[in-house]
Structure formats: structure tokens, C-alpha cells
């Protein structure tokens, strides 16, 4: 889903108003958003959605998310789903494309299935098929997250999960760095071609 928005961008994006009469009509009681936007204008009155959860999994436009937020949304929102068969679950980020597309796909990959128009469970073995079903689903040219390190991450975290492993930040500390000059010939910098 694109941004719930509120000011003029409702004109080209999800007005805020219809979005909530939507859910309301359709799903009371029965959603929840998931808001991936860190942008500080991406914001909304959260109170209009009558007290439903909005959870916030913020990270950067064109960007991969910290890798731990990936196992924690995945959580989350299956947790959500499983806890009412009438429960439903909006993500969403600016467009509702890359950021909404990662982690889609990285839930896709977490639970390996998912549910056709016609009702009937379909497979996902793996993250490929997970960013081609997506992208199928999503948009008319196919192309669904397009970014390399958002679609990476989606191979990543498909490693982690077929490997039940959980993942360790690593750090490392910086011990010296070392600048070398450019040479400089009568009182210019060479030109290096």
C-alpha cells in the first residue's frame, strides 16, 4: 500500500479518509498498518484508524532496513495473522514498492506459503520465487523491488531462515586509518588519467 496521506499528496497517494472508511467498512477490528517510512513528513494522526495498531518498522527510501528488523517484523505480523482468521495486515511505505516489497517478500520467505485470489495455498521455496510472486502481484511490469541491496537482503534473510539461524551483529573497531597525498608538481595536483 502507498502512504496513508493527509495534506496534498492525498490527491495522487491513499487519502488518509478513504483508506480508514475502507478498513473500517471492510475489516473493523480486524487490521493492522505496518508504517515503514522514516521520513519525518511520512508521519500521520494515527488516532484516525479508531485505535488499531500502526507499528512502526522504519527505515531509509531505497535503502535494506537494519537486518535484525526483518525477523522482528516477520514476528509481528505473523503473529498478527494467526491470531484471527479475519485479520488482516497493510504495510506500507512512500509508494508502497521497494521498503512494502522487501519486507513482504521476507515474510513470504518466513512462512513459505501464502493464499492465491482463489483461496488455495501456494508455495514459496525460495526468495526468488518470493520477489517474482510479488512482483507479479504488485505491478504490470513485473518489477517489483528493484533495488540490488533491498532484493539482496531478501536472499539473506532466506539463508537465515532455511538455516534456523539468528543473526549476530558484528563489530569492529577501527584502528588506525592512513590518507595518502596526491603527488603535487609546482604547487598543483598531478592530473591522474
Not at 477490528?29 to 494522526?45: A, F, G, P
Not at 518470493?130 to 539473506?156: C, E, F, M, N, W
Request: with cysteine.
Amino acid at each position: 500500500m502507498g502512504f496513508p496521506a493527509e495534506t496534498l499528496e492525498r490527491i495522487y497517494r491513499n487519502n488518509i479518509n478513504e483508506v480508514v472508511k475502507f478498513f473500517e467498512e471492510k475489516h473493523k477490528d480486524h487490521y493492522k498498518i505496518y508504517n515503514l517510512c522514516s521520513e519525518t513528513k511520512r508521519r500521520y494522526d494515527i488516532s484516525k484508524f479508531k485505535g488499531m495498531v500502526v507499528e512502526q518498522y522504519s527505515f531509509q527510501d531505497h535503502n535494506p532496513p537494519p537486518f535484525y528488523m526483518l525477523r522482528e517484523f516477520c514476528e509481528s505480523l505473523h503473529k498478527w495473522l494467526i491470531s484471527d482468521a479475519n485479520n488482516v495486515a497493510a504495510i506500507h511505505c512512500k509508494a508502497g514498492k521497494g521498503r512494502t516489497g522487501l519486507m513482504i517478500c521476507a515474510y513470504l520467505v518466513y512462512t513459505g506459503k501464502c493464499i492465491d485470489e482463489q483461496g488455495k495455498f501456494i508455495t514459496i521455496d525460495n526468495s526468488d520465487a518470493a520477489l517474482d510472486y510479488y512482483g507479479r502481484q504488485r505491478t504490470r511490469d513485473l518489477k517489483g523491488v528493484t533495488i540490488p541491496s533491498q532484493k539482496r537482503y531478501v536472499h539473506y534473510f532466506e539463508y537465515l531462515v532455511k538455516h534456523n539461524l539468528e543473526y549476530r551483529p558484528s563489530h569492529l573497531r577501527l584502528t588506525s586509518l592512513i590518507l595518502t597525498s596526491i603527488p603535487v608538481n609546482n604547487g598543483g595536483a598531478y592530473t591522474l588519467i
